[in-house]
């Protein structure tokens, strides 16, 4: 590299606007100096500071010219690197066809070139283009074979673009962890070698693997760190695209005001870097969460955006479409049609070997519109290479044979490489000398060689030529010249071709017909399989476990003809295997349990081998599972009804039924035919078998859980009583320790009374004094009593109000204070106040005791959530008559409130945030029972996190 342009390269990254003018400046000065092949390369320098700065796009019109002039002067290395920086540009903006066609030219000039690092930059290009034309497989082909190149070069920053773009192929394929350790590799490659752009991007990639795997924080932190990082490197495509992914992100987390402005910005970004495939997506984004909103003007303004840039974006990316419409002119054939017609010609096989070249050469003009064709093939002694076919205007110039030894490059090619010699521009072109000479023109501009193969030996090739202009060859041109040349590997090929046409023939008769069967039986299983899902979809929707074995024993006797069907459940911690649910012929059997020590038992081995057992005759294959003696034990006499006919079964099936790896019992299907089973039918056993161990388990699961929770609203209930009775016991200490007092004053007054009359000292002072005693300690006793009496009654009546669910006419004030009675205590010792607003005279014809629990509950999950470490909490208990005979009753707190994320479960069972402190997660949710099953009302709650939280209730006056 020159020294003044090595020198401003390294300040590109610190500098890059100085970079960018002082390159200008350097390739104006070389263009003077007349010298081209630094003018060019400071031009490719200036356009990889720009691409980092996201206006590579304004030096398209610049990169053309300088691939003009590197053709005119045959400097193929500036070439290639101009054709590699527009296939990028023309990538970005999503013009595809553009891009593969400026991509496969710089491939092909670098095989000629051997310029691995530029070949290499084309490959990753090219799997790029069909990772974004959903081509993964072609993608992944591109990006590898671009990794087996770099084994030979020690290029890190290459290297880490290779592996990133391998990464994003497997995240498109939905390979998260492959994709993960991709990036993973090339950031750790890009922090050993400082390449700052490709850190920021592996930490965008990173960060939407985290997004696809649903961790949204790490995915944000991922995405930010790219975010910061793209800007200290001033790396402008990359913030719009992180943009992007940071504005779905926050989409997903339901933050759409900071999801638009991310929008927003990364929609600017786009139109700075001209990437069309960007603004498709940031676009389609704004209408869609403007639409959400309801902001209707907004969201059409950028919809009717998104449909001009997708369409856009769709012709730039589609290849030619006037071709589709050749198809429909009837007075030209298309290039495809005349090819079938050519390998339709009976020439080609029963004619002379030189009449079919010609004819492929004659027609290989109109399908490639070519001004030249001509077959060349070598000699058996590989001496010389003689044309056997020309076909055009200049064929007269072209050689009838010249010595292999004069065409030395051409024949070194031929012999090394299968692939089509692809000469755009035949100054850039290797062989440009040979061909010249060997088609006899001098003026030769662009040429297509096809080598011909047999045997995988090289015999010769087919040349297509332009002689009055350069030209392009396309993919089709090339694909086409390929077929041709494989027509001529057919003419050479004839007599093998038809002894081997005889043999695939043939083949080809036999393998339709296993086709044929193939086709049966996948039609079979495919009756099955939709069979089967919806036995599953029956099988799974019951929770009781005799319906299930019910739908089981149908669905397999009607495919398999199944006599017995049963399930057994395998208890390890008994060491048995329980048969709940036996079916002989449609009909019930007894239920009976097996001991899984006893292993001449078929059910025992499957269990314990948790594999499937298929026997067509047991007494020729019991060997297999069991001893001699397991064929008196294959029924259990116990099972049977009286009525019942014994049977010994002969066929048998028996699948495990396995969760998760764990074995929790099988079923077993049996016959007394001997054969009466197929393969296919063990195949649909283990499809039941996996239903019904769902099902089963599902089952199982669901009773334990109704004994659960039947075991805790027990608890809670009489968790309730208890500390009801803890209440009223506390009340209660207050008037009896009173009169017990009292009536111990009263006992030693009256002793020393007696005392003074025993001793004739009494006063009548004395007797005033002791009267008037005596009628303070009644009014006292009898006071003391009254309230111990009056809180006796209230405890029995909430005590069998809250144990009972008797409907009765009660007063809504008076109901409220007696429950209110028994934690009044409890709510004075945490120093907290409750307040009662109901009018006296309401009354309902409803549950009393269900009503005292639904208040207890609001009392004590108030004084546990709402007031924890808090104090001077304040509650309001209020009353309202509704319309429509309802009453309104309203429980309100000014605790710490409720979070949102959980105000939605707070009515669900066992969803507390107090687990194991006291909290059982069944407090409101046995509200909610009670108000809306019992009671027959409603109830909501509202609440504001700081402020707390109002509970309403509407209860009809007489339900």
């Not at 991310?262 to 990437?275: D, N, R």
Request: proline fraction near 2%.
């Amino acid at each position: 590299m020159n020294r003044n342009l090595h020198r401003i390269v390294k300040t590109a990254r610190r500098h890059p606007r100085l970079a960018t003018c002082l390159l200008g400046q350097l390739s104006q000065q070389a263009s003077a100096a007349g010298q081209t092949g630094l003018q060019l390369d400071a031009c490719y320098q200036r356009y990889l500071i720009l691409e980092r700065l996201g206006q590579a796009h304004t030096m398209q019109s610049e990169l053309e010219h300088g691939l003009h002039i590197a053709e005119q002067q045959q400097l193929t290395r500036p070439a290639g690197l101009m054709l590699l920086a527009l296939g990028r540009i023309n990538y970005t903006q999503g013009a595809y066809r553009d891009a593969l066609m400026y991509w496969t030219r710089c491939v092909d000039l670098s095989k000629f070139n051997r310029d691995q690092v530029t070949l290499v930059e084309a490959h990753i290009g090219l799997g790029q283009i069909y990772d974004a034309l959903g081509d993964r497989k072609t993608a992944a082909r591109f990006h590898t074979d671009a990794g087996i190149l770099l084994e030979q070069l020690n290029e890190p920053y290459l290297l880490c673009k290779q592996i990133i773009n391998l990464g994003v192929n497997e995240l498109n394929t939905g390979e998260l962890k492959a994709a993960e350790a991709c990036f993973l590799r090339a950031k750790l490659l890009a922090e050993q070698h400082a390449i700052h752009e490709y850190l920021a991007e592996t930490y965008w990639y990173l960060g939407q693997v985290c997004s696809r795997n649903a961790q949204l924080e790490t995915a944000e932190s991922h995405i930010r760190t790219a975010l910061d990082l793209a800007d200290a490197c001033n790396y402008v495509w990359l913030k719009g695209a992180v943009l992007d992914t940071l504005a779905d992100i926050l989409r997903a987390a339901g933050q759409l005001h900071e999801a638009l402005d991310a929008y927003g910005k990364a929609l600017t970004y786009s139109g700075k870097v001209a990437s069309r495939r960007q603004k498709v997506r940031s676009l389609s984004a704004l209408s869609e969460i403007h639409e959400q909103q309801g902001n209707w003007q907004e969201a059409l303004h950028f919809a009717r955006l998104h449909q001009q840039t997708s369409s856009e974006l769709s012709e730039l990316g589609t290849m030619d479409k006037f071709h589709e419409l050749r198809a429909y002119d009837l007075s030209h054939k298309s290039p495809v049609e005349v090819l079938l017609e050519l390998s339709s010609k009976r020439l080609l096989e029963e004619g002379q070997q030189d009449e079919a070249l010609q004819l492929i050469a004659n027609t290989a003009l109109g399908i490639l519109n070519t001004e030249l064709a001509a077959v060349f093939l070598i000699d058996g002694n590989e001496v010389g290479l003689h044309c056997h076919a020309k076909a055009g205007a200049h064929q007269a110039r072209v050689k009838a044979e010249m010595p292999c030894q004069s065409l030395p490059l051409l024949m070194h090619m031929l012999q090394q490489d299968e692939v089509p010699l692809v000469g755009h521009d035949m100054r850039l072109h290797v062989v440009a000398a040979e061909m010249r000479t060997l088609l006899g023109q001098e003026n030769l501009h662009s040429a297509l060689e096809i080598p011909l193969r047999l045997h995988g030996k090289s015999v010769g090739l087919i040349c297509f030529a332009q002689v009055s202009g350069m030209r392009n060859w396309s993919r089709e041109d090339v694909l086409f010249g390929c077929h041709l040349g494989n027509l001529i590997q057919q003419v050479l090929s004839h007599a093998e071709h038809a002894q081997t046409q005889k043999r695939l023939e043939a083949g080809l008769l036999e393998r339709t017909a296993r086709l044929q069967l193939q086709t049966e039986q996948l039609q079979q299983a495919h009756k099955h399989i939709y069979q089967l899902s919806e036995i599953g979809k029956e099988i799974t929707a019951s929770l009781d476990r005799d319906i299930i074995m019910e739908i089981v024993y149908r669905h397999v006797h009607e495919l398999m003809g199944a006599e017995v069907f049963a399930v057994g459940i395998y208890r390890p911690e008994q060491e048995t295997i329980e048969f709940p649910c036996n079916i002989l012929r449609g009909h019930r059997m007894l239920p009976y349990i097996r001991d899984i020590k006893e292993k001449d038992l078929l059910s025992v081995w499957c269990v314990s081998h948790q594999q499937p057992i298929f026997i067509s005759d047991i007494y020729s294959e019991y060997q297999h599972y069991i001893s001699e003696a397991g064929l008196n034990k294959l029924t259990v006499d116990s099972a049977y009804f009286a009525d019942l006919e014994k049977i010994i079964p002969v066929s048998h099936i028996y699948v495990p039924l396995t969760i998760k790896g764990r074995t929790i019992g099988l079923i077993a299907i049996q016959s007394t035919q001997k054969n009466a089973f197929q393969r296919m039918h063990l195949d649909i056993a283990m499809m039941l078998a996996a239903y019904t161990a769902i099902a089963v388990e599902n089952a199982e699961t669901y009773q334990q859980l109704l004994k659960a929770q039947q075991i805790l609203i027990s608890q809670e209930k009489l968790a309730a009583l208890g500390s009801l009775v803890a209440g009223i016991a506390h009340e209660l200490n207050t008037p009896i320790g009173n009169s017990l007092l009292t009536a111990t004053t009263l006992q030693e007054q009256s002793a020393l009374f007696l005392r003074k009359l025993a001793d004739n000292n009494l006063k009548r002072s004395d007797l005033n004094q002791f009267s008037a005693t005596i009628n303070n300690a009644n009014d006292l006793l009898l006071r003391n009593l009254m309230n111990a009496s009056d809180l006796v009654s209230s405890f029995k009546q909430v005590s069998v109000d809250q144990t009972s669910q008797k409907r009765r006419t009660f007063n809504l004030r008076r109901t409220s204070m007696e429950v209110i009675r028994t934690l009044h205590t409890l709510i004075h010792k945490q120093g907290h106040t409750l307040e009662i607003d109901i009018p006296d005279d309401m009354e309902l014809n409803s549950f009393p005791g269900p009503y005292g629990q639904i208040l207890n509950n609001f009392i004590n999950n108030a004084l546990l959530h709402a007031f924890e470490n808090r104090e001077n909490g304040k509650m309001i208990l209020r009353a309202y008559k509704a319309p429509d005979n309802q009453v309104q009753l309203i429980f309100s707190d000014n605790g710490k409130g409720i979070e949102e994320q959980d105000l939605r479960r707070i009515f669900d069972p066992f969803f507390t945030t107090k687990l194991g402190q006291g909290g059982s997660g069944l407090g409101l949710s046995i509200v909610h029972n009670l108000v809306t099953t019992i009671m027959c009302g409603s109830i909501t709650v509202d609440s504001t996190p700081g402020l707390g939280t109002r509970f309403c209730l509407n209860l009809p006056l007489n339900p």
